[in-house]
């Protein structure tokens, strides 16, 4: 890759002198990749008073010295479509800028040396071939057709991706400005963000040294400074730096044309040519993380100190693999800084503490991958309210304030940058910054053998070792360790009766003389009912998408608790306080830290709780999908009759502080009735046997009600006209496309993870969206959306015919509308 030259900065033409604008449509803060394809999408979709603030230079930060690598594959179909609209835009746009962007589709090649890594490559290929991307299997002799200099001899297969590529960034970033400026963007370089204009708490202005810009608009496109600019503006942004290495080696003889990018992901590395020699890349373990103000206040196209006693590990991975590396001069070993999130996932989407300020920054070392997808994403979401595409992953509400702790950054960065290369496995969890928010039960669910998942920040129990267990290890594609453990707990749900900790949901407060009004334009089903019952319900979109899926429990006429899913309190939050009119009393508060929740599930939960209240808790005094105060050991507690297992159970939720004296209470009497701790393992197994859905996998702001089968929440003759209501309606008329079929399979070798393409009958038809082993069925089970293509869903179903592919290997499937255990849902009702 060529060191920066004056064409690297050449996109703004040093326009610093030029003179600020009283104000502008949009501003966007940072002229690296990202910030460039930004602005021009937004130029793109109208919104020409678009104005760039560059702290020094454009792509002085990171963008310059970027490896350019556009690799399409990603973990969702959307996620995967925005690299190949990024690809599409960049093989194009020389035609309509007259700038090159250097674009070359070399191909990319993924190795495996060890089976685990095959099946993880495998995995990808059949998820590559659901989402459109062009992918073969192939073994080691032609590994080392596509790549002669490279040792194959424990290479046990790989798989080939021709239409990946790569790209020059500072060409493409000049590519981008020159386009953004044809359509009227202005760009000025040496003016640094100072801080922001607020008007009735929304933006208003952008504030540098040499002014403000009125602005209804600004848009973080800081990169390794950008949790620095977004605290300006009062909002989040969990991301942190990373020094990333990679070394140029002098021209290698046999280094002809352009081999495929290759990963060894084994061996943490990723290579390619350049300019006769080769670009030896890592994503290794230990790695070094670096916070922004260690950074000069100068910093333009410069690089860290280098590192050779960090990188030697690296390095000798690297001569393995390529032999001709033991020889070869090196021209330098580049060590620059790179920015990564919590989850390896960018931030993007307007921040909830902060409307009008949007952030597109924490790209994970894939800011030029994703740039054009990403700004394309941007733009949508600031002049269309949204995304075309459902992008939830990357979504900045994903995240609870505690993520954004500096400490707990630093921990995680360096994790979330060597897990790039990590083999996928289903149960993986981070080791770093842990222990962020526990429930009070935590101490005590973990001296009885609690084996504990993040998700949100919280401690959660995934499944219980039992005492004196040490079964931690042997993460696998198939049945693990504890698999045995999990089953245990789920067929105490079913056949006696379990205690979960589910504190980790999300509880939203609202509160008002309005809150019904304003829930009631939200939720598809009818939230006009008494106190003391329970609506569960979606909140649509204007096409009729699942924004999320709650239940809300009416406590008093001007009060509702709502209560969601670990990942969503922020965005629900988000979503309810922006939809409401002026002047309408209706205050959101988010309690999620104040109650604790225990899920008392099992034929025998009426008996235990029986024995701790002096509640009525038969079907007449206390009927499903009721709520009510009742008391636990001497503490007042909110019982909801309702379990996510698909079983008898009711929910408690008790005060932080009287928590474990409910839960010592439960455990005591539950002796005998073989009372049993459970975790989340077990319940997504039981909700998937019953086929309860789940918001971020089986339902999404592009899954309406009627696709996922969930009609019967939804009241289209409700007084209060709803959001999406049209859209159903017309859905409803001319006929549903697709629909979210239950799965089961038979055979040890059949464990569907989620994410497996679905085949009927040879023809691709959709994707697994979730998936578990169902103890009580004895097989896997799984749901996923399958494409119709002008056929009944019925006739699809008894026709048969239906597969999975499992790491490109087809099961046979069987299919149904309905759950395989318990479809009328009488069991919870019991």
């Known amino acids: 890759m060529p060191l920066p030259t004056t064409t690297a900065a050449a996109p703004g033409d040093k326009e610093g002198s030029m003179e600020l604008p009283a104000a502008a449509g949009a501003v966007v803060i940072g002229g690296g990749v990202i910030g460039c394809s930004a602005a021009y999408h937004l130029a793109k979709m109208g919104c020409r008073d678009v104005v760039i603030l560059e702290r020094r230079r454009l792509t002085c930060g990171t963008t310059w010295h970027s490896a350019g690598l556009v690799r399409q594959l990603r973990s969702t179909r959307n996620l995967t479509e925005l690299i190949r609209y990024s690809a599409r835009l960049y093989a194009s746009l020389e035609a309509e800028t007259g700038q090159a962007t250097g674009w070359l589709e070399s191909g990319s090649l993924s190795i495996a040396t060890n089976p685990d890594r095959l099946t993880h490559v495998k995995r990808q290929a059949s998820l590559a071939r659901a989402f459109g991307v062009e992918v073969e299997v192939i073994d080691a002799v032609r590994v080392g057709e596509l790549w002669p200099l490279m040792r194959t001899d424990d290479v046990i297969g790989a798989v080939h991706s021709p239409s990946d590529g790569r790209v020059n960034p500072s060409d493409l970033s000049l590519s981008l ?32 040294g040499e002014g403000t810009i009125e602005t209804p608009v600004a848009v973080d496109c800081a990169g390794l400074w950008g949790r620095e600019v977004a605290a300006l503006a009062g909002a989040a942004a969990p991301l942190y730096a990373v020094e990333h290495f990679y070394l140029l080696t002098e021209p290698i003889p046999g280094v002809d044309g352009h081999p495929p990018i290759l990963s060894d992901h084994d061996g943490h590395l990723y290579l390619r040519d350049e300019v006769g020699g ?5 994503f290794e373990p230990g790695g070094k993380a670096i916070a922004p103000e260690d950074l000069p206040a100068d910093f333009e196209f410069d690089l860290l100190n280098e590192d050779w006693d960090h990188f030697e590990p690296m390095m000798i991975n690297a001569m393995h693999r390529i032999p001709a590396l033991e020889t070869a001069r090196a021209r330098m070993l580049l060590v620059g800084p790179e920015s990564f999130t919590p989850d390896g996932m960018f931030l993007l989407g307007e921040a909830p503490e902060t409307p009008g300020f949007f952030l597109c920054c924490g790209m994970n070392s894939g800011g030029v991958a994703l740039a054009g997808g ?24 994903r995240f609870p304030a505690v993520m954004n702790g500096l400490k707990g950054l630093r921990e995680r960065a360096p994790e979330t940058m060597m897990l790039h290369f990590s083999v996928a496995y289903p149960d993986r969890e981070h080791d770093t910054a842990r222990d962020l928010r526990q429930s009070p039960l935590h101490g005590r669910l973990a001296k009885r053998g609690a084996r504990f998942e993040q998700r949100m920040a919280w401690e959660r129990p995934a499944w219980f070792a039992g005492s004196g267990s040490g079964a931690d290890e042997g993460l696998c594609f198939g049945k693990p360790p504890w698999f045995g453990r ?10 006696g009766v379990v205690v979960f900790d589910q504190t980790s949901f999300g509880k939203l407060k609202i509160q008002g003389r309005d809150s019904e009004a304003l829930l009631g334009r939200l939720a598809a089903n009818d939230v006009a009912v008494p106190p003391g019952r329970v609506v569960y319900t979606g909140f649509l979109n204007e096409d009729g998408g699942y924004e999320s899926d709650l239940t809300l429990m009416r406590l008093d006429g001007d009060t509702y608790l709502a209560v969601t899913g670990a990942a969503r309190p922020v965005r629900d939050a988000d979503w309810i306080r922006s939809h409401a009119q002026n002047g309408e009393a209706a205050a959101v508060t988010d309690v999620t830290e104040e109650f604790a929740v225990l899920g008392v599930v099992g034929p025998r939960s009426r008996e235990l709780l029986s024995r701790l209240s002096a509640a009525d808790f038969s079907n007449q005094a206390f009927p499903y999908y009721a709520c009510r105060e009742i008391e636990v050991a001497g503490v007042e507690v909110l019982a909801a009759r309702l379990s996510y297992a698909g079983e008898l ?18 455990i005591e009497a539950g002796e005998d009735l073989g009372l049993v701790d459970a975790g989340m393992k077990a319940l997504t197994s039981l909700r998937l046997e019953v086929a ?4 971020g996998h089986d339902l999404s702001p592009d899954d309406t009600p009627w696709e996922a089968g969930l009609g019967f929440a939804v009241k289209l003759e409700k007084p ?12 409803r008329d001319r006929g549903l496309a697709r629909r979210l079929v239950v799965f089961t399979m038979d055979g040890e070798e059949a464990y569907p993870l989620g994410t497996e393409p679905i085949y009927h009958q040879d023809r691709l038809v959709g994707e697994i969206k979730s998936a578990a082993f169902g103890h009580t069925l004895g097989r896997a089970v799984a749901l996923g959306y399958v494409e119709t293509n002008g056929a009944e869903i019925d006739d699809m179903i008894e026709a048969g015919g239906f597969e999975l592919e499992i790491a490109c290997e087809r099961f046979p499937a069987g299919a149904s509308l309905k759950a395989p255990y318990d479809p009328e849902g009488r069991r919870p009702r019991m």
């Open 278 to 282: 080769l670009l030896v890349g890592c």
């Open 649 to 666: 159970g009711w929910e408690l939720y008790a005060p932080m502080a009287g928590a474990g004296a409910v839960y010592d209470a439960l």
């Open 720 to 731: 209060v006209p709803f959001i999406g209501r049209d859209a159903l309606l017309r859905q």
């Open 374 to 397: 990403v700004g394309k994403a941007l733009a949508e979401w600031v002049l269309e309210g949204r995304p075309e595409r459902e992008l939830w992953h990357a979504d900045i509400r």
């Open 692 to 695: 309860y859905r789940d918001w």
């Open 486 to 495: 999990i089953e245990a707990e789920h067929r105490a749900a079913r056949e």
């Open 177 to 208: 400005v020159k386009g953004a400026k044809a359509l009227g963007v202005r760009v000025l370089e040496g003016v640094p963000v100072t801080g922001f204009r607020m008007r009735n708490g929304r933006m208003a202005g952008v504030e540098t």
